[in-house]
């Protein structure tokens, strides 16, 4: 298996992943699920304790969620994962504190919403210098061979990379850089469940990557519940499938561009 992707398993099944995560994809709640009356009791005597793992977990077992937050389908799809990011539950309790009972008992009657503006937050997120440089434009990345990333929009990176990397894809890029002398580019995916939409983004990703004859390293920078150990499609195409591509998390990309 790929050096990085096995890394990256390693990360989310052993540490506070999500909880780290979430520097990267800070996304905001503000959501729904629905109500059973039996697990309602404890949900009230879990609320009143301050008692967060319990909170939570109570409230995973409900049809709907109260609060819509990405993070919230790995929970549910892996909850040992609920005792290795403290800093997760005790965000998402606090959310829930401040909405108080009632408030959660009619968010939790509602139906749910499911729309996820998270693309942009990975740019975001680089051009905070969390990779040790600031992004530059196209002129500035152009005019030197020191390392760089490139700042400009998906379809600007294409161009670029149908120009000078004999990318061919019909597809806008997330990452562009130049280190060590070698280019990178890659799509940046933060997957939060299994099936529809999320398999077509895992399937552009894996696209980028097996593109031929691209004058570049190609990188998928994949996070979420791919990571998740067991039988799940996802899982056993990341560490079968393609377990010699270069699949890894956010949470590693700079590691993995310096060691290029």
Known sequence: MNYWTKLSIDFANQRNYLDELFQIYPTIPEGIRDIDKEI???????????????????????????????????????????????NTINRLCGRLYEMGLDKIYEKCSEPKETN??????????????????????????????NNAILDASDAEMQSWCKKNLNYNRDKGLD?????????????????????????????????????????????????????????????????ETYKEENILSALLLRDFIYSI
């Open 40 to 86: 309602w009791n404890k949900i009230e005597k879990s609320f009143e304790k301050k008692d967060n793992i319990e909170l939570i977990k109570m409230l995973l077992g409900l049809n709907l969620f109260p609060i819509k937050d990405s993070y919230v389908a790995y929970l549910k799809r892996d909850l040992s994962s609920i005792e290795r990011n403290p």
């Open 116 to 145: 996820r503006q998270i693309g942009p937050l990975f740019k975001r997120w680089l051009k905070k210098g969390s990779l040790g440089i600031a992004p530059v434009n196209i002129f500035d990345f152009e005019k030197s061979k």
């Open 175 to 239: 990452f562009v850089g130049r280190f060590n002398g070698k280019y990178i580019i890659g799509e940046a995916k933060f997957l939060t469940d299994f099936g529809g939409h999320q398999n077509t983004q895992f399937a552009d990703a894996i696209s980028t990557i097996k593109s031929k004859n691209v004058k570049a390293i190609k990188i998928a920078i994949l996070d979420g519940v791919l990571y998740i150990k067991g039988g799940n499609k996802m899982y056993r195409d990341v560490t």
